[in-house]
């Protein structure tokens, strides 16, 4: 069930610990139809290879079940986390991308050097990064833009086909409306590959922090899944200055 379009969105706020404020936008969301017995809280962020007290506090805040977090450094922590983070590093301190649960993680081989994959509920769970206009060749190889996303979702697909997968990170394509990151055709690939394995996007309709554009931050979620609500989080100082150049997203789920 994809994201309603005929109910108005709504903000809140919260103060999470250590004087860090953070804001909440709640995207519409359908409620719960009968068959669901198993709620799931997901969160995606890109950490811009930051840390610090401020992020955790917003990420515990969050009370997510499993976070699937890009650009991670290698002291990010959170109690109560089992976690498995890339082999391969975006740099000296940071890893492409890590999955965290509270839950018991069984590690899986990386399915592309941006990409960390583990199992934990009875799911495969995957947090990407996907390439961006300005990305290089490393580890994406020769090609346009389009053609790098194209090989990059195609690994991915071949080594996740089995069972039933979550996917998240920084997919670098906003998946409606205009394309200011990616590119319309990688766009296109992003929707083939998630049509493959069954999946349904949690996050299409969210909100970019730039007005007019939506989110590069993507779930995708079982299409048996009920989403129950997807909220963006703005995580900022007291001073006003930014935790990430990326908002993070939460959702919630029911699981069959």
């Not at 669901?36 to 610090?52: A, F, I, K, P």
């Amino acid at each position: 069930m994809s994201l309603s379009r005929d109910r108005p969105c709504h903000y809140r706020s919260i103060v999470v610990p250590g004087a860090e404020e953070t804001f909440l936008r709640r995207c519409p969301a359908a409620g719960r139809s009968a068959g669901h017995d198993q709620d799931v809280r997901v969160g995606t962020w890109n950490l811009e290879g930051r840390w610090s007290s401020a992020h955790l506090d917003l990420l515990l805040a969050g009370l997510c079940d499993v976070w699937l977090l890009t650009e991670v450094r290698d002291d990010t922590t959170l109690p109560g986390f089992n976690s498995h983070l890339t082999t391969e590093r975006m740099g000296r301190r940071k890893h492409w991308a890590g999955t965290f649960s509270r839950n018991p993680l069984q590690p899986l081989p990386d399915p592309h050097p941006a990409s960390a994959a583990a199992t934990t509920l009875g799911i495969s769970w995957c947090s990407s990064i996907l390439p961006w206009r300005s990305c290089g060749t490393i580890p994406w190889g020769e090609g346009s833009m389009t053609q790098k996303t194209a090989r990059a979702v195609a690994q991915l697909m071949q080594s996740l086909h089995t069972g039933p997968l979550i996917w998240g990170g920084d997919w670098n394509h906003a998946m409606t409306g205009p394309e200011h990151v990616g590119s319309l055709e990688g766009r296109s690939a992003i929707k083939r590959a998630l049509a493959s394995p069954q999946l349904q996007l949690a996050t299409h309709d969210c909100p970019h922090r730039e007005p007019g554009l939506h989110t590069i931050d993507h779930i995708a979620i079982p299409r048996d899944a009920q989403l129950l609500d997807a909220t963006r989080v703005i995580g900022q100082r007291a001073s006003g200055e930014r935790l990430s150049d990326h908002d993070a997203y939460i959702i919630e789920i029911a699981l069959a």
